[in-house]
């Protein structure tokens, strides 16, 4: 109950701490009342709770305070306190990154609530200079893109930028600009440390990985690439396929390892140990046509793939019950019919992953000289019908005309972490 009281005295105070920011009256305001309230009679462990409850924009505000606030906001305790704290006012939104792969691209997001709104309507326009690319993938209200040999990361809620050190590869020296690049992003909970894993391969003309080089940076003050610290031979020469999926400190992703073989590669953030996980023959054989992805099933990492969707309205699992085995098991799912037409009706119809458990993402895209339009949306396999989604026309003016269009939609909370700072 107490916390409860002293929660009401502060959002009373709020809107004066603001002026007090500006006035800089020394961590002193006064409360509505005939006496005087010190943020000193505050403990600082109740206070730490109070501001982690917060919307993101009002703790960056309350910085200005002193020092102290300004220090205790921006420490990586409190950094990631908020981001685990529920708050009614920090509900996830939803966002969608669109780009050619190079110079045109949109970042779109939503005023409304994603979890209770089903179908929110994109009215924001959040484009940042330096965006574009290619996007690798998003967590913790953080999103990484590269351009060229070039990772970014933003923060989608104080709209920061960081471009990382351009990467180094005798690969990438000796192509003379042409290369393979992968990159994946992910956080090591053991270390509290936010990694990017760089993959370049050269392939020969027979499409067979000749040699791969794997880099990894670790997000802080004088970050810079190195090889990974993995005291296992290193991993088989191969060249992945598709986005990455972290499981409980584990990054998954496909790649291939000559033209007509596919594998699952795992990637330990912690050891940062690569382990191969042989497909089995049905699932190698409808990733090589491009209809398979990732997603979680039941807290383990599963391939979809989707080859039958179109004409049977049957999407094929594989779940794998044993890594170590290469032992896997299999599911299909008898999608509703009614629920797909909308979806089928698109000129590009693919599915994503989403790293949500028992969720993945299905979007289509109809193209014509005029304009670009796109539906996007959340299937939930437990409930066995669309949760949620988006439906776009006339997707953006400036991707008028254009035939190569990647679109991702996701959802995440949002981040207080001060990019430029990070140790």
């Known amino acids: 109950m107490?916390?409860?009281?002293?929660?009401?005295?502060?959002?009373?105070?709020?809107?004066?701490?603001?002026?007090?920011?500006?006035?800089?009256?020394?961590?002193i305001v006064k409360s509505a009342g005939s006496r005087s309230a010190t943020f000193e009679e505050i403990p600082e462990e109740v206070l730490i709770e109070i501001l982690a409850r917060l919307p993101a924009k009002s703790v960056m505000r309350f910085k200005c305070v002193s020092k102290h606030w300004s220090s205790l906001i921006s420490s990586r305790y409190f950094t990631n306190l908020f981001f685990q704290v529920s708050s009614p006012k920090r509900e996830p939104r939803v966002f969608m990154f669109l780009s050619d792969n190079e110079h045109l691209c949109a970042l779109l997001s939503n005023n409304n609530n994603f979890i209770s709104d089903s179908y929110p309507h994109l009215n924001q326009d959040l484009t940042m200079p330096g965006m574009g690319g290619c996007f690798v993938n998003a967590l913790r209200g953080l999103m990484c893109f590269r351009v060229g040999r070039e990772v970014r990361i933003c923060n989608l809620?104080?709209?920061?930028?960081?471009?990382?050190?351009?990467?180094?590869?005798?690969?990438?020296?000796?192509?003379?600009?042409?290369?393979?690049?992968?990159?994946?992003?992910?956080?090591?909970?053991?270390?509290?440390?936010?990694?990017?894993?760089?993959?370049?391969?050269?392939?020969?003309?027979?499409?067979?990985?000749?040699?791969s080089e794997h880099k990894v940076l670790i997000l802080g003050?004088?970050?810079?690439?190195?090889s990974t610290q993995s005291t296992t031979p290193p991993p088989p020469p191969h060249r992945p396929y598709s986005q990455g999926i972290s499981i409980n400190g584990v990054l998954y992703y496909g790649a291939w390892v000559d033209k007509n073989t596919c594998v699952?590669?795992?990637?330990?953030?912690?050891?940062?140990?690569?382990s191969l996980i042989e497909l089995p023959i049905e699932a190698s054989i409808v990733w090589h046509v491009h209809r398979a992805n990732l997603m979680i099933y039941e807290s383990k990492i599963a391939v979809f793939e989707y080859s039958r969707l179109m004409t049977e309205c049957i999407l094929d699992l594989w779940v794998v019950e044993d890594a170590g085995k290469s032992k896997w098991s299999h599911k299909a799912f008898v999608l509703p019919s009614h629920q797909l037409m909308q979806c089928l009706s698109f000129d590009v119809l693919l599915m994503h992953n989403t790293g949500r458990s028992r969720?993945?993402?299905?979007?289509?895209?109809?193209?014509?000289?005029?304009?670009?339009?796109s539906i996007h949306a959340i299937y939930d396999l437990e409930k066995n019908g669309v949760s949620r989604g988006v439906v776009i026309g006339a997707l953006h003016p400036k991707f008028s005309g254009t035939r190569s269009l990647h679109t991702t939609l996701w959802d995440d909370v949002e981040s207080i972490m001060c990019l430029k700072t990070l140790n």
């Open 359 to 373: 969720e993945l993402r299905l979007s289509g895209t109809s193209i014509d000289r005029t304009k670009v339009s």
């Open 2 to 27: 107490g916390l409860f009281i002293r929660l009401a005295a502060v959002k009373g105070l709020r809107k004066k701490v603001e002026g007090g920011c500006k006035r800089r009256r020394r961590g």
């Open 264 to 274: 699952l590669m795992s990637f330990d953030l912690t050891s940062e140990e690569f």
């Open 221 to 226: 003050l004088g970050a810079y690439w190195r």
């Open 157 to 211: 809620t104080t709209r920061q930028l960081l471009k990382l050190p351009r990467v180094k590869s005798n690969i990438l020296d000796e192509a003379g600009g042409e290369f393979r690049m992968w990159n994946y992003f992910g956080h090591d909970s053991v270390h509290d440390e936010y990694k990017v894993l760089s993959t370049v391969c050269e392939v020969n003309e027979e499409e067979r990985v000749v040699r």
